[in-house]
């Protein structure tokens, strides 16, 4: 066995702090877009009122005690939780289809580690200064001056965590209620132990650790790459263009002097490093920790825009068109593969959620005994059924069964139902029925359920079988 | 620039050094401080668990962690206050949890309830079916069957509760003096007092009672001695045979077989062998009482539950 020792270095390494710079540019606009209008939704809409005939008057809430979801016109209730697995599959195919055709755009635009950490950047850049200066103020010795900026920056981080934890408990119980009980110290233990855990986590993840997230903890990050093909929209510079990179020197300041002297167009000013949220250099290629933030191409577009030449040394583009070849195509299998699958999910899931029964009637017939012979000869079959009021007001049922020629339906006491809105029950009933045959059968019928109060609805009904023993 | 260092070590990866069989070799990409520190916390964490819950076994006991306990209410009403354990949370659980709260304001609710109220309340009802039901596994379906009925099988040892004849009264409040008193169904057995021959045309009038295919001759001379003193059957069936509800007398003229099996007899001479059987036997049946085992309000439930199987009276 041969030891090579190579210069030491250390199994473990430390962070290095990234200080991106601040940037102007066409995806930094769309990304702050993107960041007001999520921000916006997040922290505005545990506000929102919506009228409903029953339940509470907030928009979106999820009711856990009750068993309840309300997103504005809609009740979810936990027999729908097959919605769940199709919205599940919507996401994940929805993901697959975009990262498909434009790569991590999920990952640069929209994940909330993303925005959280723009917010937390932006918040530092502002008590702080621009790059250099907290670059400048993490060197200099601990003063005051170190001391209050420093102190400001995270008491500011902590006000935004604990605003994103408070406002994520709004959502699982009436926020005005919740928000005056919070602060009264009356709120239930799961709002403060959960609004304590998201303002740790968000402090910890958007303002400590950061890039480390998607590089360490991100599994997505990593099995993205298998969804990469080579018309895949990724973020790259031209090193066609821009090598040999060369300053803007003496005789190097022109294009033509440039190509005249055998030099590309980046004139390795470092921008495009600085402003990486992640700490990378572009033009080392496609690498891992690269979140497709777009940030680089801004940067680089401001060089370019200044300098008077074309943008694009750092630009969008694919795998085979840095290569020489043609510009991605978007119409590939693979992506109208995903496009379909898309299109059945969301049809299914809107077919569904467009036709939510209003009432559910699940009727389950004893089994043991199947049948029970009466004492005036006639067959005795017992039924549970178990209802569940979803329409919003109080409904009120007769039940009849079809079908079953002469049978007769016993309810016990119950020869009217009413049911509150959401109330739930279950309800024994016997079927008495003389046996068509002497051999032993049994026959489907039909139970409905008709809704004497509403004019609107139209009698459920579900199907059931009658059996019968065979007589000698 | 400072992400020149940077560029290299990206491009390229060292190796920890260690080479096997000549050439393999190990890169090194060094793990994040904070990862391995978050290791650390996490053993950190075990010891500090460790400490406060019960861990390690030792001798024949264990570690009962420290300054963590759990006070509960035993089955005599006694505070009990012991280490942590899981066994003790759920018995804390089942007495001030949510839902075992929940459950008790119900109970208390159909216990103050009337039979009447509770038999046109459904709620109350579904309430009482599924709680009787876990009383009735308990308590009664030793005997009467799992669903208050006895498979083919065991047919007659134990009455059928899921059909609507009710030997000993069918209303609530009889199900529930059933329960609470405990029942002796005693028939007396024939097969001394009855010759062969008498024996067979009693059968048949009892045949006749509810079915074809008796032998008319027989049915007449069997009517004697059911309505007379050679048989005396009418003194607990009447001489209607419908029975008497205060001797637990079945009805004999209803389609509903309680002790011999008829309707699973494939001909009429079955048929008079099984119901000669149990005139020669006699039927010795006893339902303990339950008004030392089971409190009133379990009765109640059970009574409610009872009834409602077959649909009582």
Same mark, same amino acid.
């Given at each position: 066995m041969s030891q090579q020792q190579t210069d030491q270095q250390p199994l473990y390494e430390a962070r290095r702090s990234i200080y991106p710079r601040s940037v102007k540019g066409r995806f930094r606009n769309i990304k702050w877009a993107i960041l007001t209008l999520a921000y916006g939704v997040y922290f505005l809409l545990p506000w929102m009122r919506w009228e409903r005939s029953a339940g509470p008057d907030q928009a979106v809430l999820f009711d856990l005690a009750g068993r309840k979801f309300y997103l504005f016109g809609l009740t979810v209730y936990p027999q729908d939780i097959f919605w769940l697995a199709g919205f599940l599959m919507l996401a994940a195919y929805l993901l697959f289809f975009v990262t498909g055709i434009a790569g991590r755009v999920f990952c640069g635009y929209f994940c909330f580690q993303t925005l959280w950490t723009d917010v937390f950047v932006l918040v530092e850049r502002l008590v702080q200064g621009e790059r250099p200066a907290?670059?400048?103020?993490?060197?200099?010795?601990?003063?005051?001056? *170190?001391?209050?900026?420093?102190?400001?920056?995270?008491?500011?981080?902590? @006000?935004?965590?604990?605003?994103?934890g408070l406002s994520f408990v709004l959502y699982w119980g009436n926020a005005p209620d919740l928000i005056r009980d919070f602060f009264t110290g009356q709120a239930p233990f799961a709002a403060y132990g959960t609004t304590l855990f998201l303002t740790a986590t968000t402090y910890v993840m958007a303002g400590l650790a950061r890039e480390q997230v998607c590089t360490y903890m991100c599994p997505y990050s990593r099995f993205q790459s298998a969804m990469f093909d080579k018309d895949t929209l990724i973020v790259s510079y031209d090193s066609k263009r821009g090598e040999g990179r060369a300053k803007l020197g003496k005789g190097l300041k022109g294009r033509e002097e440039r190509q005249a002297a055998g030099v590309g167009d980046c004139i390795d000013c470092g921008y495009c490093v600085q402003v990486c949220p992640t700490g990378i250099d572009i033009r080392n290629g496609l690498q891992i920790q690269c979140i497709s933030c777009a940030l680089c191409i801004d940067a680089c577009d401001t060089i370019m825009d200044s300098l008077g030449w074309e943008r694009g040394l750092?630009?969008?583009?694919?795998?085979?068109?840095?290569?020489?070849?043609?510009?991605?195509?978007?119409?590939?299998? *693979? +992506?109208?593969?995903?496009?379909?699958?898309?299109?059945?999910?969301?049809? /299914?899931?809107?077919?569904?959620?467009?036709?939510?029964?209003?009432?559910?009637?699940?009727?389950?017939?004893?089994?043991?005994?199947?049948?029970?012979?009466?004492? =005036?000869?006639?067959?005795?079959?017992?039924?549970?059924?178990?209802?569940?009021?979803?329409?919003?007001?109080?409904?009120?049922?007769?039940?009849?069964?079809?079908?079953l020629e002469g049978a007769?339906?016993?309810?016990?006491?119950?020869?009217?139902?009413?049911?509150?809105?959401?109330?739930?029950?279950?309800?024994?009933?016997?079927?008495? &029925? #003389?046996?068509?045959?002497?051999?032993?059968?049994?026959?489907?019928?039909?139970?409905?359920?008709?809704?004497?109060?509403?004019? =609107?609805?139209?009698?459920?009904?579900?199907?059931?079988?009658?059996?019968?023993?065979?007589?000698? | 620039m400072s992400d020149k260092t940077q560029e290299q070590q990206n491009n390229a990866v060292q190796t920890t050094g260690h080479a096997w069989d000549g050439d393999l070799q190990e890169f090194n990409n060094p793990l994040p401080r904070w990862w391995i520190w978050t290791f650390y916390a996490t053993i950190v964490f075990s010891l500090i668990y460790w400490l406060i819950f019960p861990t390690w076994p030792y001798a024949n006991t264990y570690t009962?962690?420290?300054?963590?306990?759990?006070?509960?209410?035993?089955?005599?009403?006694?505070?009990?206050?012991?280490?942590?354990?899981?066994?003790?949370? @759920?018995?804390?659980?089942?007495?001030?949890?949510?839902?075992? @709260?929940?459950?008790? /304001?119900?109970?208390? *609710? +159909?216990?103050?309830?009337?039979?009447?109220?509770?038999?046109?309340?459904?709620?109350?009802?579904?309430?009482?079916?599924?709680?009787?039901?876990?009383?009735?596994?308990?308590?009664?379906? /030793?005997?009467?069957?799992?669903? /208050? %009925?006895?498979?083919?099988?065991?047919?007659? @040892?134990?009455?059928?509760?899921? =059909?609507?004849?009710?030997?000993?009264?069918?209303?609530?409040? #009889?199900?529930e003096q059933t329960l609470i008193l405990g029942r002796n169904g005693y028939m007396p057995a024939f097969g001394t007092t009855l010759s062969e021959e008498q024996l067979d045309e009693v059968a048949n009038y009892v045949l006749s009672l509810s079915m074809e295919g008796a032998d008319a001759s027989k049915v007449a001379a069997g009517k004697e001695i059911f309505n007379g003193q050679a048989g005396g059957c009418h003194y607990c069936h009447t001489k209607?045979?419908?029975?008497?509800?205060?001797?637990?007398?079945?009805?004999?003229?209803?389609?509903?077989?309680?002790?011999?099996? +008829?309707?699973?007899?494939?001909?009429?001479? %079955?048929?008079?062998?099984?119901?000669?059987?149990?005139?020669?036997?006699?039927?010795?049946?006893?339902?303990?009482?339950?008004?030392?085992?089971?409190?009133?309000?379990?009765?109640?439930?059970?009574?409610?539950? +009872? &009834?409602?199987?077959?649909g009582g009276k």
């Open positions: 907290r670059i400048r103020l993490a060197k200099q010795p601990l003063n005051s001056e *170190k001391a209050l900026k420093l102190g400001v920056t995270h008491l500011l981080w902590l @006000l935004v965590a604990f605003a994103t750092v630009a969008y583009t694919s795998e085979r068109q840095a290569e020489g070849g043609k510009p991605a195509r978007l119409f590939r299998p *693979k +992506v109208v593969g995903y496009f379909l699958v898309l299109l059945v999910i969301v049809a /299914a899931l809107a077919w569904n959620v467009s036709h939510q029964q209003l009432f559910d009637l699940s009727v389950a017939q004893e089994r043991q005994p199947l049948h029970v012979t009466l004492s =005036d000869g006639r067959i005795q079959n017992s039924y549970e059924f178990k209802m569940n009021n979803k329409t919003g007001g109080p409904l009120e049922l007769e039940f009849e069964i079809t079908g007769e339906l016993d309810l016990g006491k119950f020869s009217h139902i009413e049911l509150a809105p959401d109330q739930r029950l279950r309800l024994r009933a016997h079927i008495k &029925h #003389e046996p068509p045959t002497g051999e032993a059968g049994s026959q489907k019928f039909r139970i409905r359920a008709i809704p004497t109060n509403r004019t =609107d609805l139209e009698a459920f009904e579900k199907d059931a079988v009658f059996s019968w023993p065979g007589s000698h | 009962k962690g420290i300054g963590n306990t759990i006070t509960f209410e035993n089955e005599q009403g006694e505070e009990v206050t012991t280490h942590w354990n899981t066994r003790s949370l @759920l018995i804390e659980e089942m007495q001030t949890g949510e839902e075992a @709260l929940k459950q008790k /304001a119900y109970l208390e *609710k +159909v216990n103050a309830a009337s039979y009447e109220e509770i038999l046109s309340d459904p709620d109350m009802m579904a309430f009482t079916n599924s709680t009787a039901k876990v009383l009735f596994a308990d308590n009664c379906a /030793a005997c009467h069957g799992p669903a /208050a %009925a006895l498979p083919g099988s065991a047919f007659g @040892l134990y009455p059928n509760l899921a =059909d609507d004849a009710w030997l000993w009264g069918g209303t609530v409040e #009889e199900i209607e045979a419908t029975g008497l509800k205060s001797q637990g007398a079945a009805n004999l003229t209803d389609a509903i077989w309680t002790v011999a099996n +008829v309707t699973a007899a494939p001909t009429t001479e %079955a048929k008079l062998v099984a119901i000669k059987q149990v005139i020669r036997d006699g039927i010795n049946r006893v339902m303990p009482a339950w008004s030392g085992r089971l409190s009133d309000d379990e009765i109640k439930q059970l009574a409610i539950y +009872v &009834h409602q199987r077959g």
